[in-house]
């Protein structure tokens, strides 16, 4: 039973933490409008209603969450391993371009069923392949993976913009370069009764998939295990090297299907609109989630809320559309800063350690 008040205590410390740390970061933001001569109360009024305060606000919001479920797995998921993976931007970007690469390989009758299961699978194996990359050169090459994924990302752009506005282009798109359209048919719908697409429900399942493994099965035991000591994992006989390649390659599908689900239930071909920055912002979410899963889900909807009031601050107040990404940036600097206090509170300790 002594285990039992640890874990308590433990997840106290990883709840209370960052809800400190947003709180701090909404000080900060406060400030920062007041500076610019705005009122920071009708600024988060505006900010709640625009992200939860209608149903159509609440809609939008989770729209804007379901990419970043998936993005932000993939940083998530390879942290458990110790790797500090910031390329899901290039994994969503290649699987949504390598998806409608394969849709249109697909012979114009055929079922849209097997033609978004083949683009899923496509993205996904595409984003896997693409992080896994990075962590072989981890792991090979003693290439550090915070680096590699990050010159990845660049390079994953650079090959959108070359492909959708050369060898794929569709020649109707003038002056907007764009591939060839999947089709209506092929498209993802809403999840009935909502205006949300089915991207959320498989980024929600994704999450409780990705739990399991790294939680409650020995794949993840070892993973864990991993990720506090590599050189003792190695010398316990656990095959650091599989294990972590699997693991980069499970977070690069999870951006990856979030590329596909943005192709396919959103702009209806690969352009340049697909790298929206939904990667990035996936960092923030992991971090802000302390790289757990379940947590990703709602900090993602959070997120998803900030991000979707930037219109409504920019119609009623006159700010910049980018006044919301001031706010993440705060969030992402505070949230690093408090990764220093944990474990000094005596509060967050059992009462024998305290």
Known sequence: MSGLPNRFFAASEAFFLPVAALGVSMILFGIFVALAGVDPWEVLALMYKGAFGTAFSIQNTLQRAAPLILAALCTALPAQ????????????????????????????????????TVMALAGMIAGGSWIALSGALRHYRGVNETIS??????????????????????PASLNKPSTPSIGEANMIGAIPGMD?????????????????????????????????????????GLPVGRLLLITCFIAGAAAGLAGMVEVAAVHGAANAPLAAGYG?????VAFLARQNPLAVIPVAILLGGIDA???????????????VMVLQGIIFVVILASETLYGRFKIFKPREAA
């Open 81 to 116: 391993l110790g790797l500090v993976i910031i390329g899901g931007e290039g994994a969503l970007v290649m699987g949504g371009l390598v998806a409608v690469a394969a849709g249109l390989a697909l012979p114009d009758g055929a079922s849209p069923l097997v033609v978004q």
């Open 149 to 170: 994924s990050l010159l990845l990302t660049y390079i994953a752009i650079a090959i959108l913009n070359h492909m959708v506005s050369g060898p794929m282009r569709d």
């Open 196 to 236: 949300v697409h089915w991207g959320l429900v498989f980024g929600i399942l994704f999450c409780i998939g990705a739990y399991v493994l790294m939680y409650r099965t020995t794949f993840g035991f070892g993973a864990r295990m991993v990720g506090g000591n590599p050189r003792a994992a190695a010398m316990a």
């Open 280 to 284: 990035y912002t996936g960092i923030l």
């Open 309 to 323: 009031s930037g219109g409504l601050l920019q119609r009623r107040l006159d700010l910049p559309d980018a006044t």
